[in-house]
């Protein structure tokens, strides 16, 4: 490893592994994947959409459609905005929800914003005429943007909300998809496009007692306003005199904590494993900058925060935040040359930057106790960091307590509260901040029955893994493209990546429109490739994986042998974003196996 910089502290590097690794270990346990449930039996309501009533009556939807698009968000509408560009008109967007949004329409916490700069993961700027208010924008800004795409690219105009796809299953004799609905729909689709989300499906801790508890609750992604008071810019009157209590440390509880601090008479906050929290550095955007930006602005910003992000200094870093500025010096990248990285000095990048966070705690809380709880001592990208500049700040308030659990988690709830090392804290409202159902099964997350060629359904054709091409299509299904992060691409800026899928998928579908093709599918060859490529390069990355501390990254540390085929590209987003590029630009001859259409 190269030698320390003068502005690094001492780093005892084998003091620190020996330190991670007590850390994990006491994390680690036998039910991993069994430690959380679903929102159902007395939980089924706190899956209800409190942003809408009842879903208004209509009849049934039996048609034919050229695409159907399962999901409202920004995969959804990507996906339509990309088909709208190339011609296709016969499009059917489908989702559970009561308009386009998809996580900002069901995240709508107080404090909710971005982490990723606001010009650079919201989409299609540019396209719409919208410049965010701030640096990180506000949850209702991004849920604005949203309804104005589809209203841009007329994505409303055959949208069927408050619906949910329960199954598609592939006819051999139509050559469509036999798409059925909860609303007793039947749509037969020549392509359909699951965008899914990987934010969509709500769990709870398994905690015993859970169903115990007598007190209000709910969960982040459906917060209950009617008993909080206030909105998303918190004036939560209705806390006043409550105690309140938060299980949840990912980015969801950073946000959520500080506007519940300033309302509840007393606020407790139950940590298993306290999150990495570097600067945030908001500001309201500057207008006069931005109405300087030349046509094409956003995607040079955009391309520019991936090569950074990725630590490849490629040109001035335009972002400049706590994101991009982890390798900020010329002996971060191989021999100095700036479009190579080199893997030790990334390794102590991201030890530094973990020691720069762990100072910052101390700096920040005044409790010696609390603050060293707070400080997380596992690899910068074990878990997804977290961006605040005020919530190590909260804690420094009478009315707050922090509850380290010392990995364990908490023991039990009871009717009057929770219980953490034999002690219990009584509670009006206990809020549960602890995220989504995520890299586990497509089909178990989407709850989706999908059936295809033969018979054969996606469950059974993934049993030992997924097989995909580039992790959007699966041989034996043909005309179905999905988006999730098994054999994807992934960055930092999620949108990057999900603007080039569906530019991808789109221009596929148009080119099977346009040439009269019906089906279009990977060929052997071609699956077979990538698999073997997700497989070569996922070693590095599930070693780092495996020495961290548990969490929804590395399946809450419970290693099997199939996870290798449902990783993520680990080529980098760069080399996933050319080979994309490269098949549009070839019309796809190389990957695809593509069938003379026959007649419906």
Not at 165 to 178: G, T
Not at 376 to 397: A, E, I, M, V, W
Request: glycine share 10%.
């Amino acid at each position: 490893m190269s030698s320390q910089r003068n502005d690094e502290p001492a780093i005892d590097f084998d003091e620190l592994g020996r330190k991670y690794e007590e850390e994990r270990q006491k994390r680690l346990r036998s039910d991993a994947l069994g430690q959380y449930q679903s929102l159902s039996g007395k939980f089924a309501d706190f899956g209800v959409d409190p942003n809408a009533g009842e879903a208004p009556g209509r009849d049934r939807v039996v048609r034919d459609a050229d695409v159907l698009i399962i999901g409202g968000g920004y995969g959804g509408l990507l996906s339509g905005a990309h088909l709208r560009q190339n011609g296709v008109e016969d499009i059917v967007i489908v989702d559970k929800a009561a308009d386009f949004g998809g996580t900002w329409y069901w995240n709508r916490y107080p404090g909710i914003r971005c982490d990723v700069e606001s010009y650079v993961y919201i989409p299609l700027l540019e396209q719409t005429g919208f410049i965010p208010s701030e640096k990180y924008a506000k949850g209702a800004e991004i849920y604005d943007q949203c309804q104005r795409i589809g209203e841009r690219f007329e994505l409303y105009r055959d949208a069927l909300f408050q619906t949910e796809v329960e199954s598609f299953s592939w006819s051999e004799e139509r050559q469509r998809w036999i798409v059925r609905t909860t609303r007793d729909d039947e749509i037969a689709a020549r392509f359909v496009i699951s965008c899914t989300g990987h934010y969509s499906k709500p769990k709870l801790p398994g905690i015993a007692g859970i169903e115990s508890f007598e007190g209000h609750s709910f969960h982040t992604s459906r917060w209950d306003y009617s008993y909080t008071g206030g909105n998303a810019d918190g004036n939560l009157t209705g806390l006043k005199g409550k105690k309140v209590g938060v299980i949840g440390t990912g980015s969801t509880g950073i946000q959520c904590v500080p506007p519940l601090a300033d309302w509840a008479e007393q606020l407790t906050l139950f940590q298993r494993t306290p999150i990495s929290i570097d600067t945030r550095g908001n500001r309201p955007t500057d207008m006069d900058w931005a109405r300087s930006q030349e046509p094409g602005w956003q995607k040079e910003r955009i391309e520019n925060f991936t090569y950074w992000t990725s630590g490849i200094q490629h040109g001035e870093n335009l972002v400049s935040d706590s994101w991009t500025n982890l390798l900020s010096e010329p002996s971060s990248v191989a021999g100095g040359v700036v479009e190579e990285v080199d893997p030790m000095e990334m390794q102590r990048a991201e030890i530094a930057k973990m020691e720069s966070v762990r100072r910052r705690v101390e700096e920040v809380v005044e409790d010696e106790a609390t603050a060293e709880a707070l400080k997380p001592y596992y690899h910068y990208f074990c878990k997804r960091p977290g961006f605040s500049d005020n919530y190590l700040q909260t804690f420094n308030r009478p009315n707050v307590t922090l509850v380290d659990t010392d990995g364990k988690g908490v023991e039990r709830i009871t009717p009057k509260g929770v219980v953490v090392s034999g002690k219990e804290y009584e509670l009006d409202c206990l809020v549960y901040a602890t995220g989504f159902d995520f890299m586990t099964s497509y089909t178990k997350e989407t709850g989706l029955t999908i059936t295809g060629r033969g018979g054969i359904s996606l469950d059974d054709h993934w049993s030992h893994g997924a097989r995909t091409l580039w992790g959007m299509q699966t041989r034996g299904f043909p005309n179905f493209f999905l988006m999730s992060l098994v054999q994807s691409g992934v960055s930092i800026n999620y949108n990057h990546i999900a603007e080039a899928q569906t530019a991808y998928i789109a221009a596929v579908i148009a080119h099977c429109i346009d040439k009269g093709i019906g089906n279009v599918e990977p060929t052997k060859d071609a699956e077979d490739s990538w698999v073997d490529r997700i497989v070569e390069l996922s070693g590095p990355r599930q070693a780092f994986l495996e020495a961290c501390t548990p969490g929804y990254f590395n399946y809450e540390g419970e290693y099997r042998e199939e996870y290798a085929l449902n990783t993520s590209f680990g080529g980098g987003p760069h080399e996933y974003l050319a080979l994309l590029e490269k098949a549009i630009k070839g019309a796809f001859a190389d990957n695809l196996e593509f069938t003379e259409r026959a007649e419906s």
